[in-house]
């Protein structure tokens, strides 16, 4: 049972890891065929659309599959059925709900976004186009909970990357086709593009569909098997499931709510201070698009990975296992900074090349990337220690840490913008979400009586090891500036992998000969290590 979890949760994070690989890759040929209006825009209309779909889904699939395994355990197998039909249609009216919201409130959303001259009604038009994913995204998590409910993975991984294939596939070869062949307009382009999230919707679904076709024999088996012995209202239901999913939401608006005060304010403080509107709404494009897609990629990567040792904390912690309560905490955070740190590093020293590849040679990118991709680590640490509340039960406190963090962020973003330009909304996220992190540290050690002392002393060696990563990367990065121009692509490619190489190999050593690599990551490092046969040393980092 316990390696079927283990694998369920190995294909689950495959899947999501692909999914963002995937969502990440296409913004290179995106922007070839937009250019910068065309992700200005398309960032004014997938932000609110993010908040929406954050809040119609965000944790159902959690919530239900909670739900669902645990009346599986009971052999109540007819009371998920139960939710499952019945859930069918509350998230059908759910999304559709959004759905109208999102459309009639579309100029509003407009207005409040600050567009430039005559650009309302093409920032409405955007916005439209998306707000349809809102009708199918909702029903789809929910089957996706429920066949995660029975401990089947598969489906939700697979749909999650079909659906982030035929997203892409109709984004690109829709903006084309309208540019290139039809002579079409940026907003039709741009709409198109968007419209994609309900065509990948529509691709993710049939996958569902296709598997619970397939696996319908054995559910209506399992049906038959029900003991029948709990009977529970659908309101009683409904209830259990908000308790579940609720703390996920504020988690999965985070990031869409900070972005979301950047596009309400920052070309509006920038054109104030001086900045032509064309200028403001190029830095807005370039935080809230550009650049936030490349520092995600960190983020997605390392969280992924330190959630999976989210169960380990919750059984713990259900068992009051102090010992192993503080091994999981320790594992979680170490794993997470280990990861995090030296990749946000290398980004924001390599900002120049990675954004030439990624967009083009652009001063204001660099700059904007440089400063913002350290903020990838506090991205980080806010999704771990969310989930961490949630696995000792105090995810209420996630709403006040959230609410602090949009404050802070929401009080400084303007007067930093003044002081800093687009680099003070960067510093206005970091110090927001910084105010957050603090308060869900100090939940987690009040509830969970967990000591930091460890971390910190580990997180100081990690931070030695990024540190002499930065200086080999420093260096090479120097060296080949000498003979290779950050302004091309291909001579970008070849700064940023030899550049890579270097610092990674030097992270990679002095982590594998401390023992911390082995530490954290077990039969993982030793298996690399005898692939590229390499002496293994004994671990000399004491975990306690």
């Not at 029903?139 to 997203?167: C, D, K, N, T």
């Not at 397939?214 to 029900?226: A, G, I, N, T």
């Not at 967009?359 to 991205?379: K, R, S, W």
Request: include cysteine; charged fraction near 15%; aromatic fraction near 12%.
């Amino acid at each position: 049972m316990q390696s079927k979890l283990l694998r369920g949760t190995f294909i689950l994070t495959l899947g999501t890891i692909l999914s963002k690989i995937i969502g990440l890759i296409y913004v290179i040929p995106f922007y070839q065929i937009v250019g910068k209006h065309g992700t200005q825009l398309y960032s004014y209309g997938y932000v609110p659309y993010t908040i929406f779909i954050s809040i119609a889904t965000a944790g159902v699939p959690l919530a239900v599959s909670k739900f669902i395994a645990k009346y599986n355990a009971l052999e109540e197998y007819a009371v998920g059925r139960k939710l499952f039909k019945s859930g069918l249609v509350v998230m059908s009216l759910t999304g559709f709900s959004a759905f109208l919201i999102m459309y009639l409130a579309a100029p509003l959303l407009a207005e409040m976004s600050n567009p430039g001259k005559g650009q309302l009604g093409d920032v409405v038009t955007v916005m439209r186009a998306v707000s349809f994913a809102l009708i199918l995204v909702p029903f789809m998590s929910l089957i996706r909970g429920y066949f995660q409910g029975h401990q089947s993975m598969g489906p939700s991984a697979a749909s999650q990357v079909v659906e982030q294939i035929v997203r892409i596939i109709f984004t690109l070869a829709g903006a084309y086709v309208v540019l290139k062949f039809l002579s079409g307009s940026m907003v039709t382009a741009v709409s198109v593009a968007t419209f994609a999230a309900f065509v990948g919707a529509i691709g993710g679904l049939a996958v569902l569909f296709w598997y619970w076709y397939k696996r319908k024999p054995y559910l209506d088996e399992l049906l038959e098997k029900d003991k029948g012995t709990v009977q529970i209202s659908l309101k009683e239901i409904y209830k259990e499931i908000f308790i579940y999913a609720a703390p996920f939401v504020f988690v999965g608006i985070a990031n869409p709510l900070f972005q979301l005060i950047d596009q309400f304010t920052l070309t509006k403080a920038l054109v104030e201070m001086g900045t032509s509107k064309k200028l403001a709404d190029t830095a807005f494009g370039i935080l809230n698009f550009e650049s936030h897609k490349i520092v995600i990629i960190p983020v997605s990567l390392a969280t992924a990975f330190s959630l999976t040792l989210v169960p380990s904390i919750t059984k713990a912690y259900i068992e009051n296992d102090r010992e192993n309560l503080t091994h999981q905490l320790n594992q979680t955070f170490q794993v997470l900074l280990f990861l995090t740190l030296p990749a946000a590093i290398g980004l924001s020293l390599l900002a120049e090349p990675v954004y030439t590849v990624f967009y083009e040679h652009d001063a204001l990118g660099t700059q904007v990337l440089g400063a913002y991709a350290p903020v990838a680590i506090l991205f980080s640490l806010y999704s771990v220690t969310a989930a961490i509340m949630q696995g000792i039960n105090e995810q209420r406190y996630t709403i006040l840490s959230l609410l602090v963090g949009l404050l802070v962020k929401l009080t400084l973003n303007i007067p930093l913008v003044n002081m800093f330009e687009t680099r003070g909304a960067v510093l206005a996220t970091a110090i927001g979400y910084s105010a957050s992190i603090i308060i869900n540290l100090i939940v987690i050690k009040y509830f969970s009586r967990y000591r930091y002392r460890f971390v910190w002393r580990r997180s100081l060696l990690i931070i030695i090891f990024a540190g002499c990563m930065w200086a080999g990367t420093e260096i090479m990065y120097k060296l080949l500036l000498l003979f290779l121009s950050p302004a091309s692509k291909m001579q970008s490619i070849i700064i940023i992998v030899v550049s890579a190489f270097v610092g990674a190999a030097i992270y990679f050593y002095l982590g594998v000969k401390s023992g911390l690599a082995t530490r954290l990551f077990g039969n993982r490092i030793e298996r690399v290590l005898t692939k590229l046969k390499l002496p293994r040393r004994r671990q000399s980092v004491e975990n306690r």
